[in-house]
């Protein structure tokens, strides 16, 4: 489990890096085509049969199409923004986001949930720098792309949390990231000259990008979660945006800023907080 977190953490820093050899909508296509070939053996150990069911479409083509615009905002965040910071304010205020959304679609909420959202759009802030640089800096190249990073997640999260109650999950997966490929093909345009750049860097960086953190985390995070419980296994997550901070630190000299800290913790803190009631009780 602790693995697979570091090949989630360390994926940003790894796609800055990628950033260097094909566009983004050439890494997305690579990132998931790959990704589905390296999850047949998966499916083969857990003797899951890979089928196919018309009824799966209407699950299957609404989650390839968020992956695909997560996936072209996370190369392009990666691209134009910090890595590490990026990471940070993704996967800590994901949670708050979806929580959000599962309050709206609801219509109902605690004073437990709305101290949480309170605290990560306060840790989100810290972390965004907006304090310093003000909100309109949010919507500039550098930044815009981690906030839509994490909407879409959240969205992500909520129909595949739906979706794998009608579809076996390591198929749902499979299937998934295949039809992303598919549908991201049209848009590709690998040429010689990019493949004449490829060298010995770029191959570390696209495992740990298409297969240790898609294949290998995913994989893991979900047979965990069915083994352990899930509150035991989102734990692990808290460890992921110090991953991604220390990663992009040493692969990219990215500085590591006290706010960027901070704000993730108060990020972590919020989750806490609305998964633990008794914190404020």
Not at 3 to 26: E, P, Q, T
Not at 95 to 122: D, F, H, Q, W
Request: proline share 4%; charged share 10%.
């Amino acid at each position: 489990m602790s693995l697979s977190m570091v090949s989630w953490g360390v994926a940003w820093a790894n796609a800055k890096i990628l950033g260097r050899y094909f566009d983004f909508y050439d890494l997305v296509f690579l990132r998931f085509f790959f990704g589905s070939l390296s999850l047949l053996p998966i499916l083969f150990l857990t003797n899951e049969k890979l089928s196919f069911k018309i009824d799966y479409i209407k699950y299957i083509v609404p989650a390839s199409t968020l992956f695909l615009l997560y996936n072209i905002s996370f190369f392009m965040g990666t691209h134009y923004g910090e890595a590490g910071r990026g990471a940070v304010f993704a996967t800590t205020t994901n949670p708050i986001i979806t929580l959000l959304l599962m309050s709206i679609i609801s219509r109902k909420i605690n004073r437990y949930e709305v101290c949480g959202i309170a605290l990560g759009l306060i840790g989100g802030s810290l972390i965004m720098d907006i304090h310093r640089s003000g909100i309109s800096d949010m919507f500039n190249k550098s930044n815009i792309f981690f906030p839509i990073c994490s909407f879409l997640w959240a969205l992500i999260t909520i129909f595949i949390s739906y979706s794998q109650k009608k579809v076996p999950p390591f198929q749902f997966i499979f299937l998934c990231y295949f039809f992303t490929a598919i549908i991201s093909s049209p848009f590709t345009s690998i040429s010689y000259s990019e493949l004449k750049t490829i060298d010995f860097v770029f191959y570390p960086n696209f495992f740990m990008v298409a297969i240790a953190s898609m294949a290998f985390g995913t994989s893991v995070y979900m047979y965990a979660s069915r083994t352990i419980g899930p509150i035991r296994s989102s734990v692990f997550i808290f460890s992921v945006p110090f991953i991604a901070l220390i990663s992009a630190k040493i692969l990219l000299d990215e500085k590591i800023e006290p706010e960027t800290v901070l704000g993730g913790i108060i990020c972590i803190f919020a989750i806490l907080i609305v998964n633990n009631k008794r914190i404020l009780s």
